[in-house]
């Protein structure tokens, strides 16, 4: 069963999905136990795989199938595989996913409108998440990301707030954008890659590893590192590295190509709010990590000083919007914004620490981000309103609540204790000491960094200051008897995140020891390989 | 190197006992039901007990001997560790026992503090907790470690300034102190950073053999020094330190005495040799600004915790100044003396503001009683208190035969021998210190003064009691210790047994400095007592220049303006450019829509309408009447006829 077990997990939610589709949309809760079924047999799975995986040994359970193989005469052979493996960068997503997926699941439980298109739809989703972090074939990998975006504009643009299709159809040509950036390198990508296995005929292959070997590049191809085509002020790799690189901050979302973000959650119901900011957030530093910089790293090394500038603007900007939010989801959604800079400063030191830090922080901001949308969900539910302005005093009134509230809000700005901690440390470290192994970055970009820190502890005590403290006092249109504590089901919601948020901060070595291998091979791969195929004429 | 010295199972037993013990304290208060809510607060006071007790064992133990060095790997990152280390020698295991026994001592004067209170058992948990982390800086023996702890701390002061969180005050000042915290140690983590790129370790013993260029190891203690600007409330970060007044009164003793400001002066004796002598510099000038500003401000004040708070404003600058200039041991003599008698002034006057609420309680009397305007000759109704006030009064002001005497005689000796021969700019410093001590003896008198002599005003009819024996303990024996028997035989000399352990002794005491110092705290408390009766009214001191307010307007300001322009550039240029482009793409569409309907459709329709008209005309050919038939056929042949003959 070993040699299936990615399949396995990617297959069952579609299977899953396919079922539901034959049953009548009356019975509604037989499409919850489906998921929730699913959502175990995914555990169970992971379980086996996290038992089986042996850190240091690179990717892993891998599946290589032919998929599509079209001779296209004088063109070559095209050749799409199903190829599926996990590493120390992957299966940390992987892991995050089936968790919060379950999460997502149980969070679900009282949508009551068109149950069976919603559960469908979160089922697609869930088997495209898992593919994304698995595939590792381009064209593949491509097929699920796109495949997560029709769900989830669905997805807020049925089951969402008041301004859902403004939101959605935002979310939708931000992202659809992305994609079309990534396609354009995707298919320059193909016809400049052949495949070294096969001698003698020409066979142009999707497969991500191929397109990592510098020698793998037909010569005087559009993308041949040893050719350096220029177009206009750059080369043609480094063109496309930037294509990738928006692709995928935008996801990210990286400022100024965030604006979605916000929108998209304020109007997302609890549980896609959920997925969108621990998961979906994590395919863009995940596409960073996996594709643009090991494919391009020396115009990763070139632009990395880009990079990593973008991401403390990022985490500044994103802090100082934060500040300045009327609305808790929209606050907690710019926290995102500021927390996913920390990936981008990361990966951009091409050092052990920064790219340790930077999966860290994706692994750790999926498990805090999720629990700070349930919480924000959780007091929507009560009172359909999220104006931080309308609150005063809930600690006396909601004190588990407000307990959890505390942790998440701690969590989120860094205090060790938390995971969250640990990740950014070891960005903040590795940044700063990119430079002294000639890695692309400044000392001063992580000293202006941490501004990033003070800020965070201001927007989150502030609003703590200002919801929770002081004398209990409601506006807006509804009243104080509104606000009960929080229900068992949201208690056992909560309660696994902040204990997961605990245990990967005060015990980082598990997580650790599956990332480091990969963080090590990473920043040598990119520093080495950056440099050298730069200094080739 | 040092003597191969093997700790013994007690030893190994008892320090993770005295760190374990507060923890336990922690997380039992979770668990015992809100109904009994008042055992938290026994329970709690008899595990510091035990944590006092098993700390006592270790400082016994590990004094006068080797180190003792543990590290238990956290995690690993590429080949390198980054341990949880535990270092102790005489300093670090004296100060544990410091620690855990004022705490101890604090929870107990809270167990009647806080008797009745709604959140008794958030507060003892918190309070086991501030103590943990205060206990986790002391023993580390890394630097990460000490980071992580030192942030923790910043999180239970949060909570525990805060405890009454329904007052907005106090919201407001806890969000600052941890905020102004946070700013500290933004720096502290830049020095974290460079100590990192150039030595590739945190260990703090491992760090005294790193090769750095001197530059950067300026920098690398100029960014730690940030933290502990921070933590130890030095200027320009102390202003949360005043605010922090209104958490609940043994909080503050605890916060004041040894815990939190105490952090920042233990760290910067520990890692003093990592300071560069320019980086020194700036430390000793920083501590003398703190120093001099907390006086003045204290003399002021009018609020009873308000002026305890800007006298460890300025005594914390004493320390800073001595570490400045050298003499890690004097600052740390007078942060263990300091530690005692400020918590025992703290709990004093925590006993007052206790029986002066218990009488207001019983009489409906209300006016603010941390006021000492509207005190007075509270002697006779709270004798013990008095006697508590004046002793731990005269170890603050550092009159002879206190330890307050001792450590700042220290301080001095340093600063004396520091200066050296001529004339600097450290003898400016050397003054300010001295002028700092004149102050501090001023304003300690005039409190003790106006609360305890003179006639009563607003409290004379209330009947007022001494707070309950398990208040009145822990302040009788913080009073006993702030005596210099504890510190040094001779109480004019102050190479006591303390002082000569904790550091390299300098072979340099000067008798001069002793008497010098006496002379000048008498003349001192001669000047306080002949102006006892005027009242510095200025409002420029009472807030302390204001400086937070300085601080809103040029920090705090400027950052919400900012704050309010990103969210506007968000919305009106990132967004605009959105809903622009999409504009833009609209009237496109229609362009393209139009162009569709009206050229491309039109020429079809024309096409297909020429073809209809066609049709039709042809259609009309073909009537049916078989007259027309024969019309046409007739034209058409003529036609037909006219055309072959042309």
């Given at each position: 069963?070993?040699q ?12 899953a ?11 509604t809760?037989?499409f ?20 089986n ?9 891998v599946?290589l ?14 050749k ?14 992987v892991?995050?996913?089936v ?6 699941t ?9 149950v ?19 595939a ?8 699920f ?30 992202t659809?954008?992305?994609?079309i ?20 005929q020409?066979v ?8 990592a ?7 005087t ?5 040893h050719?350096?085509l220029?177009?206009?002020p ?8 930037l ?9 990210l ?25 621990a ?12 594709i ?16 990593g ?9 994103g802090g ?20 996913m ?7 951009a ?11 860290y ?6 498990l ?9 969900g ?6 359909n ?9 809930l ?14 809000f701690?969590a989120?700005?860094?205090?060790p ?32 960094a ?15 200051q200002?919801m929770?403290f ?7 249109d ?6 009960s ?11 696994p ?8 901060g ?19 791969f990119v520093?080495?390989t ?8 | ?7 013994s ?14 923890l ?8 015992i ?6 055992i ?10 035990l944590?006092?007790?098993?700390s ?11 180190p ?15 341990s ?10 004296l100060?544990?026992?410091?620690v ?50 030192w942030?923790?701390?910043g999180?239970?002061s949060?909570?525990l ?6 007052i ?10 941890f905020?102004?915290?946070?700013v ?9 950073m ?21 530059t950067?190891m ?6 730690i020094?940030?933290g ?9 970060l ?26 920042g ?11 560069t002598?320019?980086?020194l ?5 920083v501590?003398?600004?703190?120093a ?27 320390m ?7 003499s ?45 305007r509207n005190?007075?000759?509270?002697e ?20 002879p ?32 210190v001295?002028?700092v001590s ?9 409190m ?11 409290t ?5 009691s ?5 208040m ?22 102050f190479?006591?047994?303390m ?12 008798g ?8 000048w ?23 302390a220049?204001?400086f ?5 307007q040029?920090?705090e ?11 506007h550039?968000d ?11 999409a ?11 139009w162009f ?34 024969i019309?046409?056929?007739t ?12």
């Amino acid at each position: 069963m070993q040699q299936y077990l990615l399949s396995l997990l990617l297959f069952t939610p579609l299977l899953a999905a396919l079922l539901s589709l034959f049953l009548p949309a009356t019975s509604t809760a037989t499409f919850r136990i489906i998921t929730v079924v699913v959502n175990v047999l995914q555990v169970m799975f992971l379980l086996v795989l996290l038992l089986n995986y042996q850190a240091g040994a690179g990717l892993q359970f891998v599946e290589l199938k032919p998929w599509i193989t079209l001779n296209m005469g004088n063109w070559g052979i095209l050749k799409a595989s199903y190829f599926v493996g996990v590493d120390g960068l992957s299966l940390p997503l992987v892991a995050l996913a089936v968790f919060i997926l379950f999460i997502a699941t149980i969070a679900s439980w009282k949508i009551t409108q068109n149950v069976k298109g919603y559960f469908i739809l979160l089922l697609i989703l869930n088997a495209a998440i898992i593919g994304s972090f698995t595939a590792l074939d381009f064209l593949l990998f491509y097929l699920f990301f796109e495949f997560m975006l029709l769900p989830m504009f669905f997805l807020i643009a049925l089951w969402g707030g008041p301004k859902r299709e403004y939101a959605s159809i935002k979310f939708f040509l931000y992202t659809l954008l992305g994609s079309i950036l990534i396609l354009i390198v995707m298919i320059a990508l193909y016809v400049s890659v052949h495949d070294p296995s096969t001698s003698g005929q020409l066979v142009h292959s999707f497969n991500l590893l191929h397109m990592a070997d510098a020698s793998n590049f037909i010569s005087t191809s559009v993308l041949d590192p040893h050719r350096a085509l220029q177009l206009g002020p750059f080369s043609a790799r480094t063109w496309a590295f930037l294509l990738l690189f928006f692709g995928f901050a935008i996801k990210l979302p990286m400022v100024p190509v965030h604006t979605w973000l916000p929108d998209a959650h304020v109007e997302a119901p609890t549980p896609i709010s959920v997925i969108l900011a621990a998961l979906l957030l994590k395919i863009g530093g995940y596409g960073l990590a996996r594709i643009a910089f090991p494919i391009f790293p020396d115009a990763a090394f070139h632009l990395g000083w880009f990079v990593g500038l973008m991401g403390v603007i990022s985490i500044i900007y994103g802090g100082l919007n934060a500040m300045a939010s009327k609305d808790l989801k929209r606050l907690i959604a710019y926290s995102s914004v500021s927390h996913m800079g920390f990936v981008l400063l990361g990966l951009a030191s091409f050092t052990a620490e920064g790219t340790a830090g930077a999966v860290y922080q994706m692994f750790s901001h999926g498990l805090i981000s999720a629990m700070l949308f349930v919480l924000a969900g959780v007091l929507a539910d009560r009172t359909n309103d999220r104006t931080i302005s309308h609150y005063s005093g809930l600690a006396g009134k909601m004190p588990t609540y407000t307990a959890f509230i505390l942790v998440a809000f701690f969590a989120s700005l860094g205090l060790p204790g938390f995971s969250g901690f640990i990740a950014e440390i070891m960005v903040f470290l590795g940044a700063f000491k990119s430079a002294g192994l000639g890695g692309p970055l400044h000392e001063s970009l992580a000293i202006v960094a941490t501004l990033g820190l003070v800020i965070g502890a201001a927007y989150y005590l502030w609003t703590l200051q200002r919801m929770f403290f002081g004398p209990l006092n409601v506006k807006g249109d509804f009243s104080v008897d509104q606000l009960s504590d929080l229900n068992r089901r949201e208690y056992f919601i909560l309660l696994p995140l902040a204990l997961a948020i605990l245990f990967f901060g005060i015990f980082p070595q598990p997580l650790m020891s599956v990332i480091d291998p990969y963080a090590q091979h990473f920043a040598a791969f990119v520093l080495e390989t950056g440099k050298n195929l730069t200094l080739t004429p | 190197m040092d003597a191969i010295h093997t700790y013994s199972f007690l030893f190994h037993f008892c320090l993770v006992a005295a760190l374990a013990f507060p923890l336990l304290s922690f997380v039992l208060s979770f668990y015992i039901s809100e109904k009994y809510s008042w055992i938290t607060s026994v329970l709690a006071s008899f595990l510091l007990l035990l944590g006092t007790l098993a700390s006592a064992v270790v400082l016994y133990q590990a004094w006068n001997h080797p180190p003792f060095a543990y590290r238990l790997e956290w995690f690993s990152l590429a080949g390198y560790s980054f341990s949880a280390g535990v270092y102790i020698n005489n300093i670090s295991a004296l100060m544990l026992f410091i620690v855990t026994g004022v705490s101890f001592l604090v929870h107990l004067y809270s167990v009647g503090y806080m008797a009745g209170d709604a959140g008794i058992q958030r507060y003892f948990a918190m309070l086991g907790f501030f103590t943990f982390a205060m206990q986790g800086i002391v023993v580390s023996g890394n630097l990460l470690m000490t980071f992580v702890f030192w942030e923790l701390v910043g999180f239970s002061s949060y909570m525990l300034i805060g405890h009454w969180h329904e007052i907005p005050a106090a919201a407001e000042a806890s969000k600052r102190a941890f905020i102004i915290n946070r700013v500290g140690d933004a720096g502290f983590l830049v020095g974290l950073m460079i100590v990192w790129a150039h030595g590739h370790s945190f260990d703090i013993a491992a760090l005294q053999h790193m090769p750095v260029d001197p530059t950067w190891m300026t920098l690398a203690s100029l960014g730690i020094f940030c933290g502990i600007v921070g933590k130890s409330a030095q200027f320009p970060l102390f202003t949360w330190l005043p605010d922090a007044m209104v958490g609940p009164t043994p909080v503050s003793a605890l916060i004041h005495a040894a815990t939190m400001v105490a952090a920042g002066v233990f760290l910067l004796a520990r890692v003093h040799f990592l300071f560069t002598v320019p980086a020194l510099h700036i430390v000793a000038v920083v501590g003398c600004i703190t120093a001099l500003l907390g006086a003045v401000s204290a003399l002021a004040q009018h609020d009873i915790k308000k002026i305890l708070a800007y006298s460890t404003l300025s005594q914390l600058g004493l320390m800073v100044v001595a570490l400045g200039a050298g003499s890690p041991q004097a600052a740390l003599l007078h942060l263990f003396t300091h530690a005692f008698f400020k918590a025992c002034l703290f709990l004093a006057a925590g006993a007052v503001i206790h029986s002066l609420h218990q009488a207001q309680h019983q009489s409906h009397v209300h006016f603010d009683v941390q006021d000492i305007r509207n005190l007075g000759g509270l002697e006779k109704k709270l004798p013990f208190t008095f006697l508590i006030f004046v002793i731990s009064g005269s170890a603050l002001a550092g009159l002879p035969l206190t330890s307050g005497f001792l450590s700042k005689d220290a301080i001095l000796t340093a600063l004396v021998q520091w200066h050296g021969e001529g004339f600097s700019w450290k003898l400016l410093i050397l003054a300010a210190v001295a002028l700092v001590s004149f102050l501090t003896v001023v304003y300690t008198f005039r409190m003790i003064w106006k609360i305890f002599k003179g006639s009563e005003t607003a409290t004379a009819q209330l009947h007022i009691s001494e707070p309950p024996a398990v208040m009145r303990a822990p302040m009788a024996v913080l009073a006993g210790v702030s005596l210099w028997i504890w510190f040094s035989w001779n109480p004019f000399n102050f190479y006591g047994w303390m002082y000569t352990n904790i550091g390299e002794a300098k072979p340099f005491h000067s008798g001069m400095v002793s008497i010098a110092s006496a002379i000048w705290v008498i003349l001192a408390l001669g000047v306080a007592y002949v102006t006892r009766q005027v009242t510095v009214g200025s409002p420029l001191l009472l807030n302390a220049f204001y400086f937070d307010r300085l601080l809103k307007q040029f920090v705090e300001k400027p950052i919400l303006q900012l704050a309010a322009l990103t969210h506007h550039a968000d919305k009106k240029w990132i967004d605009g450019f959105l809903h622009a482009t999409a504009y833009a793409q609209l009237i496109v569409a229609h362009l393209t829509g139009w162009f569709d309907r009206a050229i491309v459709d039109g020429l079809v329709d024309g096409v297909a309408g020429a073809a209809k008209g066609l049709g039709s005309f042809t259609r009309s050919f073909q009537g049916g009447k078989i007259q027309l038939y024969i019309f046409w056929a007739t034209f058409a042949i003529i036609i037909f006829i006219i055309w072959t003959l042309l």
